[in-house]
């Protein structure tokens, strides 16, 4: 009779050897970066009101179909999240990062102002909604893959979220200045970028399981913790909320509007950031596009390092960081004296902006518990739809073609901090 003894028994039944849960995470980050790409919309939104751009759209035109894939993000997380809890991860992010790759393509068709629709179309709807779907997939199975470290797991997760843009507006602005066709037609570049995000996409999602039913990390119980003080943390709630007992708590809409402050005023300098750098700091479109594509660093790297700082300070100290930071930053901007100073203010932003992103999917774990943190979560990004869709409509709208900078970043500005009353205020549902 054999005397080894499985992993299973030697943690009391607990299942503890369940393949490289590091191998899952990288899946997670590459499938990350090929819908992170979104975030270098004002790279195109530049072109394509440029001289040379046979589209000649307007400010205002150039802003739809950013703020309509933003817009349809909460359609795609409502529901990846509430069948990836049903059916598993892998199903619904490779459906996700097929339809936002072909979106992507379609809207490689646009030719002229009178196919906005179709940018609209590929890139806003089909776009957006196949990025909510793929975007849900890894934050909430990797809650459950990294019990021990979620705050800064999920913060690596969405950090390469983040990243996307610093590899796509680099290489967008070179494939559109390289060639006097995409200058005329930047849209046409849509369709290498789509084909390289389903490829990417595919081979991270191809490796998304769930853990099995008892998993847990050697050293820690099936809960993912290792004694009173760690539960607490891990769950204060107690236990695992439903969806529909999630909302009807004060404490989700609280977050939800958090997020949704912290995305208004992130993603209103997202959506201007290459026009506010010439307009503003004198930057060329080349410089413009490299700082785009360098705030990339730091929208990523703020998901990955609010959420550590989260895990060390607490939720609510986090983000009454991130939205102080957020606020003054941005009413500076308009006042920047110098191309270095206005790097670092949106470094400030872009920072908070990705922390935001990088603290929530923990805290929603902690406020309800993770077993259903797929459709929790999922729908707590509604507010990451609606700052998206009145961010940069808001900030456009402001600045106006009088380009009033300081009018608008100022009012920016004041939202976000208003919204610190929010973590002041907000604490975890007690009740059983």
Not at 65 to 89: C, H, K, N, S
Not at 287 to 312: E, Q
Request: some cysteine.
């Amino acid at each position: 009779m054999s005397t080894t003894r499985t992993r299973e028994e030697e943690h009391g039944g607990v299942a503890t050897d369940a393949g490289n849960r590091w191998v899952v995470l990288a899946g997670g980050v590459l499938v990350q970066l090929a819908i992170g790409a979104v975030y270098a919309w004002s790279t195109f939104s530049k072109a394509i009101q440029a001289d040379p751009s046979a589209l000649e759209l307007s400010k205002v035109q150039a802003t739809i179909p950013f703020e309509v894939a933003i817009g349809m993000i909460f359609v795609g997380t409502f529901l990846g999240g509430r069948i990836q809890d049903r059916r598993g991860p892998r199903l619904v992010a490779l459906v996700g990062v097929t339809i936002y790759s072909i979106g992507i393509m379609l809207a490689s068709l646009a030719r002229d102002a009178s196919d906005l629709w179709l940018l609209v179309l590929g890139y806003g709807v089909l776009g957006g909604f196949g990025l909510g779907l793929a975007y849900i997939v890894p934050i909430a199975m990797l809650q459950k893959w990294f019990p021990d470290k979620r705050g800064l797991i999920t913060g690596i997760a969405v950090g390469g979220f983040g990243f996307g843009a610093v590899i796509t507006s680099p290489l967008a602005q070179r494939m559109i200045q390289g060639s006097e066709d995409y200058q005329r037609y930047p849209t046409k570049v849509f369709l290498w970028l789509g084909i390289a995000y389903l490829v990417a996409g595919l081979i991270g999602a191809s490796v998304f399981r769930n853990p099995p039913k008892g998993y847990a990390v050697a050293g820690t119980s099936a809960a993912g913790v290792t004694g009173a003080a760690n539960a607490k943390k891990a769950n204060a709630a107690g236990r695992d909320f439903t969806p529909q007992e999630a909302l009807s708590t004060p404490q989700w809409y609280m977050l939800m509007l958090i997020l949704t402050i912290s995305v208004t005023a992130g993603i209103s300098l997202i959506s201007v950031a290459a026009g506010t750098a010439t307009d503003v700091a004198g930057f060329s479109a080349a410089g413009a596009a490299t700082l785009v594509g360098v705030m990339g660093l730091f929208n990523g790297g703020g998901r990955i390092l609010w959420a550590a700082i989260s895990d060390r300070i607490g939720r609510r100290p986090a983000f009454l960081g991130i939205l102080a930071i957020q606020g003054l930053a941005l009413l500076a901007i308009p006042h920047a004296g110098s191309q270095a100073v206005f790097y670092v203010l949106c470094a400030l932003v872009y920072t908070c902006y990705g922390g935001a992103f990088g603290t929530m999917p923990s805290t929603a774990g902690d406020f309800f518990g993770v077993k259903h943190s797929g459709a929790i979560y999922g729908l707590m990004l509604l507010g990451w739809s609606i700052g998206g869709v009145v961010g940069p409509l808001l900030i456009s709208w402001l600045i106006g073609e009088d380009q009033a900078y300081t009018r608008g970043f100022t009012v920016v500005g004041i939202i976000a901090l208003v919204g610190l009353v929010l973590p002041l205020v907000a604490r975890p549902p007690k009740h059983a």
